[in-house]
């Protein structure tokens, strides 16, 4: 709880990542999964740069780090972002690469899609995630999104 006279700077800056920010574009989106056909991602404009660079110069201005979700996609086509993120001293995290449902996917394609989305995030970070398990992956669902915790990420 924050009192009257507390300095709201001073208090968020010893605070860790509570926000988190999903990097993907509109027409990622689930809902649109019918109707917008993800071999057709590349014919649509983009937004996903302008909104996060938004967002960034938010967190900067109120001295908040978080953690970003890239969709492996938006990391393999905008590296520049992914580099944007890190060197602006956010945590970088995993939000799979062409954001199925988990439920939709085999074991084996679960795999090779959050190994895509993690190869995607470490060429364009130029980090690479460290082999030990108890560092790589904590996955969450969130309405069947997998969500991955890259710890070494942030540390690159
Ligand atoms: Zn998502």
Request: one cysteine or more; hydrophobic letters at 45%.
């Amino acid at each position: 709880m924050i009192t009257e006279g507390q300095d709201i700077n001073a208090r968020s800056s010893t605070a860790g990542h509570i926000m988190s920010v999903d990097v993907e574009d509109y027409f990622m989106v689930e809902a649109f999964a019918g109707s917008v056909p993800r071999n057709s991602w590349n014919a649509w404009p983009s937004r996903v740069v302008a909104s996060t660079k938004r967002v960034l110069d938010l967190f900067d201005k109120y001295n908040t780090k978080a953690t970003f979700f890239f969709v492996g996609w938006v990391a393999h086509r905008h590296p520049e972002l992914v580099r944007e993120v890190a060197a602006r001293g956010h945590e970088l995290a995993c939000h799979s690469f062409w954001h199925r449902t988990v439920y939709s996917l085999t074991p084996e394609e679960f795999r090779e899609d959050t190994r895509a989305a993690v190869n995607a995030i470490e060429d364009a970070a130029g980090v690479k995630v460290q082999d030990d398990p108890a560092l790589v992956g904590v996955v969450e669902l969130e309405n069947g999104l997998p969500f991955l915790y890259i710890h070494p990420f942030f540390d690159g």
